[in-house]
């Protein structure tokens, strides 16, 4: 069989296979990335190739599983996944026919091109040279240096494929595709010939190591133009159930790199921003303490980026997210207008973009900042079913999971976040959803431990020096209570610490359920604390 250049292009019946991957074209003639597993891509690659000629089960098999023995059913469930993927709109017969006991023909026409290796991959620059699209990575596969060479290799390659995958859901992330990254791995290429070759501005490598019941991964995030490592973190874990393990490593590795991503992107100058810019700068924002500053920054660029393209999704979204939460931080002095502009651009999203889970999320915030816990769970949990490793869609479900009373969940699923994300920004909220619900469990020597990382990650929020003035009150360690008190006190911007009268006042506490234990336990401790009823 021909080899297939990894630079061509097939276009069939609104798709594109290039070497990043399949591509569906919207309505809009955009190309959003289809999500199937890299050996069903395999098996389309080689069905693509002589269309409407029959392929042998064999030949696609020695293709798509160069040099290892499956059984049949390993492309049996190859082609299904693409079956489902290729035929949803097709009114007719598949596009893939089977014939019965010799192997498959693909029927629909397909037009092959022959691309310049960057044409795909990369934009051109004001100065007419070819440049790396913003936030485009290639997730090599990593290197295994342990004894056990036939489940190392399981593992190495699992993590590999997993990482591509959870990179490839992160909003505005281009990432190559596993198929691509394979042809590096047993050929010594620099960084820098990568990043030319693929047009991408990162590489991601590493190495897994086993060791009896340990495993230790390591990943290093390089910038491919100058071949400077910007990030490296060493992940160690017990072998246990290898499938748990693998998603638990590639989870907390694609939520660190995202961190980073943002972070780097948003330090390059750019002499004429654009909305990804805008967007960028907006999100690295977003990564620092909270404060009237912090919000108006973040909402700016959020702005900025929307003045460029009012359509798009990721704006919209994201001022909607930026708007709400200056809402629930209480650094606003007009809520209602704000709140009014998060409803109608996220909205708008949805409208645009039903299967974004950033825009789902976003909903699920603005739903929280009107008081509307129990609807804003699904939203949540939608953005979750799309990508499973989003810390902040774990936030802010475990939130409105304590608000409707389902506190186990809320403290389950805060304590997941951090799993995902122990260096994450907003590392302190997660601490307080466990913190409180455990105060609401009038459990307060398990609160405090929680609630005082979260006073030593998010000091500037009045509500953790409340929740630990009414934790130690009901341990009876006034003293420490009454200090706690005053900075809540000190650091308000309404007041509401005054007396029990003007908290009951101006706050929202859930459903009839938790208002109950929050009258039973943080109200109790707070008048220990010696705040007044009036």
Same mark, same amino acid.
């Given at each position: 069989?021909?080899?297939?250049?990894?630079?061509?292009?097939?276009?069939?019946?609104?798709?594109?296979?290039?070497?990043?991957?399949?591509?569906?074209?919207?309505?809009?003639?955009?190309?959003?990335?289809?999500?199937?597993?890299?050996?069903?891509?395999?098996?389309?690659?080689?069905?693509?190739?002589?269309?409407?000629?029959?392929?042998?089960?064999?030949?696609?098999?020695?293709?798509?599983?160069?040099?290892?023995?499956?059984?049949?059913?390993?492309?049996?469930?190859?082609?299904?996944?693409?079956?489902?993927?290729?035929?949803?709109?097709?009114?007719?017969?598949?596009?893939?026919?089977?014939?019965?006991?010799?192997?498959?023909?693909?029927?629909?026409?397909?037009?092959?091109?022959?691309?310049?290796? !960057?044409?795909?991959?990369?934009?051109?620059?004001?100065?007419?040279?070819?440049?790396?699209?913003?936030?485009?990575?290639?997730?090599?596969?990593?290197?295994?240096?342990?004894?056990?060479?036939?489940?190392?290799?399981?593992?190495?390659?699992?993590?590999?494929?997993?990482?591509?995958?959870?990179?490839?859901?992160?909003?505005?992330?281009?990432?190559?595709? !596993?198929?691509?990254?394979?042809?590096?791995?047993?050929?010594?290429?620099?960084?820098?010939?990568?990043?030319?070759?693929?047009?991408?501005?990162?590489?991601?490598?590493?190495?897994?190591?086993?060791?009896?019941?340990?495993?230790?991964?390591?990943?290093?995030?390089?910038?491919?133009?100058?071949?400077?490592?910007?990030?490296?973190?060493?992940?160690?874990?017990?072998?246990?159930?290898?499938?748990?393990?693998?998603?638990?490593?590639?989870?907390?590795?694609?939520?660190?790199?995202?961190?980073?991503?943002?972070?780097?992107?948003?330090?390059?100058?750019?002499?004429?921003?654009?909305?990804?810019?805008?967007?960028?700068?907006?999100?690295?924002?977003?990564?620092?303490?909270?404060?009237?500053?912090?919000?108006?920054?973040?909402?700016?660029?959020?702005? !900025?980026?929307?003045?460029?393209?009012?359509?798009?999704?990721?704006?919209?979204?994201?001022?909607?997210?930026?708007?709400?939460?200056?809402?629930?931080?209480?650094?606003?002095?007009?809520?209602?207008? #704000?709140?009014?502009?998060?409803?109608?651009?996220?909205?708008?999203?949805?409208?645009?973009?039903?299967?974004?889970?950033?825009?789902?999320?976003?909903?699920?915030?603005?739903?929280?900042?009107?008081?509307?816990?129990?609807?804003?769970?699904?939203?949540?949990?939608?953005?979750?079913?799309?990508?499973?490793?989003?810390?902040?869609?774990? #936030?802010?479900?475990?939130?409105?999971?304590?608000?409707?009373?389902?506190?186990?969940?809320?403290?389950?699923?805060?304590?997941?976040?951090?799993?995902?994300?122990?260096?994450?920004?907003?590392?302190?909220?997660?601490?307080?959803?466990?913190?409180?619900?455990?105060?609401?469990?009038?459990?307060?020597?398990?609160?405090?431990?929680?609630?005082?990382?979260?006073?030593?990650?998010?000091?500037?929020?009045?509500?953790?020096?409340?929740?630990?003035?009414?934790?130690?009150?009901?341990?009876?360690?006034?003293?420490?209570?009454?200090?706690?008190?005053?900075?809540?006190?000190?650091?308000?911007?309404?007041?509401?610490?005054?007396?029990?009268?003007?908290?009951?006042?101006?706050?929202?506490?859930?459903?009839?359920?938790?208002?109950?234990?929050?009258?039973?336990?943080?109200?109790?401790?707070?008048?220990?604390?010696?705040?007044?009823?009036?």
């Amino acid at each position: 069989m021909e080899a297939l250049c990894s630079t061509d292009i097939f276009l069939f019946e609104g798709f594109r296979l290039d070497r990043r991957g399949l591509f569906r074209r919207c309505e809009d003639a955009a190309l959003t990335p289809v999500e199937i597993g890299s050996r069903a891509l395999d098996v389309l690659r080689r069905l693509l190739e002589r269309p409407g000629d029959l392929i042998w089960r064999r030949e696609i098999m020695a293709g798509a599983w160069p040099r290892t023995i499956v059984g049949d059913n390993n492309l049996n469930v190859q082609i299904s996944a693409l079956r489902r993927v290729l035929d949803r709109d097709r009114p007719q017969e598949s596009c893939i026919q089977t014939v019965p006991g010799r192997g498959y023909r693909f029927l629909a026409p397909v037009k092959r091109l022959e691309a310049n290796p !960057h044409s795909a991959i990369q934009t051109i620059s004001h100065g007419g040279e070819p440049s790396p699209r913003r936030l485009s990575i290639v997730v090599l596969p990593f290197s295994d240096i342990g004894n056990d060479r036939e489940q190392q290799c399981d593992l190495v390659d699992g993590i590999t494929e997993d990482l591509t995958t959870d990179l490839s859901r992160l909003e505005s992330v281009f990432v190559i595709s !596993h198929n691509t990254a394979l042809t590096y791995r047993e050929n010594a290429v620099g960084t820098s010939r990568i990043g030319r070759e693929l047009g991408v501005r990162y590489v991601l490598n590493g190495s897994v190591q086993q060791s009896g019941k340990q495993v230790r991964v390591t990943a290093r995030l390089i910038d491919a133009a100058t071949d400077t490592h910007l990030w490296a973190e060493r992940f160690d874990h017990g072998i246990g159930d290898l499938f748990d393990l693998q998603n638990e490593i590639t989870g907390r590795i694609a939520n660190a790199l995202g961190l980073e991503l943002i972070a780097a992107e948003a330090a390059r100058p750019a002499e004429n921003p654009d909305a990804p810019d805008y967007i960028l700068r907006g999100r690295a924002a977003g990564l620092r303490p909270s404060s009237r500053d912090t919000h108006a920054k973040r909402i700016a660029m959020f702005e !900025h980026a929307l003045a460029f393209d009012p359509r798009s999704t990721e704006a919209q979204s994201l001022l909607a997210d930026a708007l709400a939460h200056r809402v629930l931080d209480r650094l606003t002095d007009a809520a209602a207008a #704000d709140m009014a502009r998060a409803v109608m651009l996220v909205d708008r999203a949805l409208a645009a973009s039903p299967r974004s889970p950033m825009a789902h999320l976003a909903k699920g915030i603005v739903l929280r900042a009107l008081d509307r816990c129990e609807e804003a769970i699904p939203e949540c949990e939608t953005a979750l079913a799309i990508n499973p490793n989003n810390a902040s869609a774990l #936030d802010n479900l475990a939130d409105c999971k304590l608000l409707t009373g389902s506190l186990e969940d809320a403290i389950t699923l805060a304590q997941q976040a951090i799993r995902l994300s122990p260096r994450d920004p907003r590392i302190g909220y997660f601490y307080i959803r466990i913190g409180h619900a455990h105060l609401l469990q009038s459990c307060p020597d398990k609160a405090i431990p929680w609630l005082e990382r979260a006073r030593g990650a998010v000091p500037e929020i009045p509500f953790v020096h409340a929740l630990l003035a009414s934790a130690h009150g009901l341990k009876g360690d006034i003293e420490r209570a009454t200090v706690e008190l005053a900075k809540a006190r000190r650091l308000s911007a309404d007041n509401r610490w005054s007396s029990i009268a003007r908290w009951n006042a101006v706050g929202y506490f859930g459903v009839p359920k938790v208002r109950t234990l929050m009258e039973a336990t943080y109200i109790a401790g707070m008048r220990k604390a010696g705040m007044p009823e009036e």
